[in-house]
C-alpha cells in the first residue's frame, strides 16, 4: 500500500464552502469540480448530501460529470446520512462515502455525552452500513488531534475491520505542533493492526497557522493523502491550502514524495476560487498572493534582476504566474527603474539613468508604487535636460 504518492483530497466544496459566504449554487459548484479534475486532484468532497436539498443535488450533479477524480459525500455516523450520500453519489466513476464521528475527550463528553465504547459501536456501524453501498469508505475521527493516542489507535483497528480503506487523521481545532501531528501518524502505523491495507490521511485545519506544516509532518511520516483547499479556504482560519502541501513536496524533491497536481494550473484555479466564492487572497499568500512573487526593496530587486534564484525558491511560472515582477517604490534602487524603463522602451546611459532616479525618487515618496505612466512623465522631463535613446 505504501508508495510514494501523496493523495490530494479537495474539500473546497465542501469544508472550504462552510465557510460564510462562500455559499455556491450547483452550476458554480460544478465548474470548480470540472477544474479540480482538470487540475489533477485524487478527491474531490463534492459536499455534505443530507445537509440540504442544493447540497444534495450538488454532489449528485457533480457525481455525474467528474471524469478522473473520486467523488466524496461527508456523512455523520448516522444511517440515514450514509443512505443519502449513496443515492447523492449513484452516479460516479469513483464513489466514496466519508463517515466518522469525534472521538477525543471533549467531543464524547460534551457533543454525544456517551463513552468511548460506545462511540466504537457506531464508528463500526457507520463503516459497515456504508460499506453496503460503496467499496471506497473513509472514516473520520474528529478531533483527532486532541484524542489520546492509544483510544485512536484502537478505534482505527476496529473500523479497518469494518472495512474502511482511509482513516482521516483531522487536527479539527488546529491545535497540534507539528511534531506532534507527524508522531501521531507514526503511532498508528506501528500500533495499528491492519494498517499497512489503508491510506493514513491529514485534515489539518489552520488555527495557530500550522495547518501546512502539520499535513507535510503528516506525510513524512506515512500519510499518504492529504486534504486541502484551494487557497486554505475554510472553517475558521481554514484549512491547509492545497497549493501549499503541493508546493512543498515539488520543492523538496529529496523527500521522494510526489502529487498528481499540474502545478502550472495552480494560480488560475486559485484565481477561479476566490472570484465564485467572493473571498479575496491576502497579498502575502504564499504561491497564489498578489505579492507571491513581487519584489519590491533595491537589495532584492538588484539580486532578482541579476538572477531570478537569488531571491526567489521556485519559477513563478512553475504554479502559472506569468514572471516575477519588480514592484517600483521609495525601497527600489537604481537598477529596478533602468530594469522597468527598458522594459517599456527606455534605453539609459548611467547619466540619464541619474537623472531619472532623482526625479523617480521625489515621485516615489509620494505615493505608494511607480507605475509605467510615472516613468514615462520622469522621462519625458529627463528628456529635456538630456536626449535619451528612445528603443
Ligand atoms: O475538521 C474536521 O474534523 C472535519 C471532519 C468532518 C472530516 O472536517
Ligand atoms: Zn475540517
Redesign the pocket.
Known sequence: MQDNKVHIFD?TLR?GEQVPGCKLDTHQKLIIAERLDFLGVDVIEAGFPVSSPGDFNSVSEIAKIVKNATVCG?TRAVENDIKVAAEALKHAKFPRI?T?IGTSDSHIKFKFNTTQDKVIERAIGAVSYAKSFVEDVEF?A??AGRTDNAFLAKICEEVIKAGATVL?I?D?TGYCLPEEYGAKIKYLREHVKGIEHVILSC?C?NDLGMATANSIAGVINGARQI?CTINGIG?RAGNTALEEVVMVLKQHPYLDLHTNINTKLLYDTSIMVREKMGMPVQPNKAIVGANAFAHSSGIHQDGVIKNRETYEIMDPKEVGVTESAIVLTARSGRAALAYRAKKIGYELTKIQLDLAYTSFLTCADNQKEVKDDDIHSIMKSVNQISKIAIA
Open positions: 474539500t469544508d461527508l466519508h466518522g473520520y474528529e478531533d482521516n483531522p479539527t485534515h485545519h486534504e472553517e
